[in-house]
């Protein structure tokens, strides 16, 4: 199982960015998918998940500026980030799990439960 981000940069304040996490050996179809983010000296903490039935679910700090979203067919997840803020800035990693699923909204960081994590891609936003 392979999982490739891509899309990351530099951007201004108040701009826009796009993330796609491509999987291979892997049905998107299957189980919970999820966007993290680390920044240095901090917490990881996700940022936006999906379920297999296209259910939702973002932390508080993004939430109405980000969308999560997944292409079956492409076999891959994507974050729209906009009105990026300095705060966001950071690593952006993929992560999945064909079973084991949690509420992003709990501001709880269950990633060492996820079985695939992608690489990462640097997100920088400068004010």
């Known amino acids: 199982v392979h999982l490739a981000e891509s899309g990351g940069g530099l951007v201004q304040s108040g701009g826009s960015l796009g993330l796609s996490c491509v999987f291979s050996?892997?049905?998107?179809?299957?189980?919970?998918l999820y966007w993290f983010r680390q920044a240095p000296g901090q917490r990881r903490e996700a940022v936006a998940g999906?379920?297999?039935?296209?259910?939702?679910g973002y932390a508080d700090s993004v939430k109405g500026r980000f969308a999560i979203s997944k292409d079956h067919a492409k076999n891959t997840l994507y974050l729209q980030m906009n009105n990026l803020k300095p705060e966001d800035a950071g690593m952006y990693y993929c992560?999945?799990?064909?079973?084991?699923?949690?509420?992003?909204?709990?501001?709880?960081?269950?990633?060492?439960?996820?079985?695939?994590w992608g690489q990462g891609v640097q997100v920088t936003v400068s004010s």
């Open positions: 992560a999945a799990d064909p079973v084991f699923c949690f509420r992003v909204e709990d501001n709880v960081d269950y990633g060492d439960q996820l079985r695939y």
């Open positions: 999906i379920d297999s039935d296209g259910r939702k």
């Open positions: 050996g892997y049905a998107i179809s299957r189980g919970c």
